[in-house]
């Protein structure tokens, strides 16, 4: 589905029906400028719809314009209506005397036509099997369509690593329908690649990127899904037209979801930092894997994205759980359908910059501690681009944890 198509109210985001039909939200929206340097601009329902008033303008006259791409609240203080003879269109410009951050989350977090049980049924309709390996393997999926907001470890986005074969990997992109075919472009900031084939255009700017592909052979997968064990639900002609007006809900649901960046709490950070090390030693254990696993950030990646799927603001201590589960039973359902020649011990090597930068840190702030970036980076002596490898190769090999602007050496580097 285009976003631009849509037209009922049941696929309309919850923050795009209030900002369209609610009068005390008349002049709020998501700020897109018709002027370069802002002074005209519009207020849209989200990011993702089309101003269904383009004839309406805003203009900062006596005060700053609001930044673009964020969404705000101004203050109209006069409103001039022309007709254009020409055309008889109507054209309205509201003067603003001042404007403020609105924060969408509230109702983006509302309760709406579907709940989560709902959603991750959705990504059952195409397949069957047994119903814990169903259930497994809808969730999964509908974290990878909820991606990852941004901040936990830079470019947010789900990388899903899948295995089975050719017929299940189309019931599996199928299922993936829901995602707008406006973020299957690279220029897209929610860009979502979903392929049989290994490489993609990049894109640039993008918010966030959620890859999913078949076999991969060196994307670093956040979580692995197996669906070799699955088959295809037949349908009738009637029950297929009903699951694609079902899927216009469930895309009005993630766009909701889009809009959250829910964060940790305290007590859920320090629940990531056991469940890193807990992952960590259970993969390296196996000895072996037909796929590369990021071992750092991938808990924070999938608790965010399981609070999304909740509509929570916050990552509670359960998603957590819940994230280190999951993961941890995929690929034991993985190691235990493939066989692979790659030992762990050959895919997680440290690069020397990285090395070193391990034991610097680990020297100067110990292990279990939250380190300031741009500290981090002071002390290391490495450029930006080097330090940043450094640590996405600590990341990968689980010795690293990350959140946004810090960064945290864990114990037990050997």
């Given amino acids: ?9 049941a696929e309309l985001s919850v923050v795009e029906r209030e900002m369209l039909f609610n009068d005390a939200y008349a002049d709020t929206g998501f700020v897109v400028y018709a002027s370069d340097d802002g002074r005209l601009f519009q207020l ?39 007709i254009d003879e020409r055309t008889g269109s109507k054209h309205i410009v509201k003067t603003i005397g001042g404007w403020k951050p609105f924060d969408p989350t509230p109702l983006a977090a509302r309760r709406r036509i579907l709940d989560y049980e709902e959603v991750v049924q959705h990504f059952t309709r195409l397949i069957r099997g047994e119903e814990d390996v169903i259930s497994q393997i809808a969730t999964c999926s509908a974290l990878y369509a909820l991606s990852s907001p941004p901040g936990i470890a830079g470019t947010g986005g789900i990388n899903t690593a899948v295995f089975g074969k050719k017929f299940q990997w189309d019931l599996f992109a199928g299922s993936m329908a829901v995602i707008p075919r406006e973020f299957r472009e690279a220029r897209s900031p929610w860009y979502y690649y979903i392929s049989a084939r290994e490489s993609m255009r990049q894109g640039a700017g993008n918010d966030e990127i959620s890859r999913a592909i078949l076999r991969p052979k060196k994307t670093v997968a956040d979580i692995p899904l197996e669906i070799g064990d699955v088959a295809e639900r037949r349908f009738l002609r009637d029950a297929r037209a009903t699951l694609k007006e079902e899927n216009g809900i469930v895309t009005a649901y993630i766009l909701d979801s889009l809009l959250l960046r829910p964060e940790p709490s305290a007590r859920a950070e320090q629940i990531i930092t056991d469940a890193i090390y807990e992952l960590r030693d259970d993969f390296k254990k196996a000895g072996r894997a037909p796929y590369n696993q990021n071992l750092g950030d991938a808990i924070p990646k999938l608790s965010a994205s399981l609070a999304r799927l909740h509509h929570n603001t916050e990552v509670a201590d359960t998603l957590v759980k819940e994230s280190v589960d999951l993961l941890l039973d995929m690929h034991h359902r993985i190691a235990a359908f493939h066989n692979t020649p790659l030992k762990i011990s050959q895919v997680y090597r440290l690069s020397g910059d990285a090395r070193k930068l391990y034991f610097d840190l680990y020297g100067i702030f110990g292990a279990d501690y939250w ?34 602007g810090y960064v945290k050496i864990l114990e037990d580097y050997r």
């Fill in 44 to 82: 849209l329902a989200s990011p993702f719809l089309e101003n269904k008033e383009p004839g309406k303008v805003y203009a900062a006259a006596s005060c700053p314009p609001p930044p673009e791409h964020i969404f705000a609240q101004v203050t109209v203080i006069s409103e001039q209506e022309s």
């Fill in 1 to 9: 589905m285009a976003l631009h198509d849509r037209s009922i109210g």
């Fill in 371 to 404: 380190i300031p970036l741009e500290e981090a980076q002071n002390s290391s002596g490495l450029d930006p681009a080097e330090f940043e490898a450094a640590i996405e190769s600590l990341c990968l090999e689980g010795y690293c944890q990350r959140k946004t």
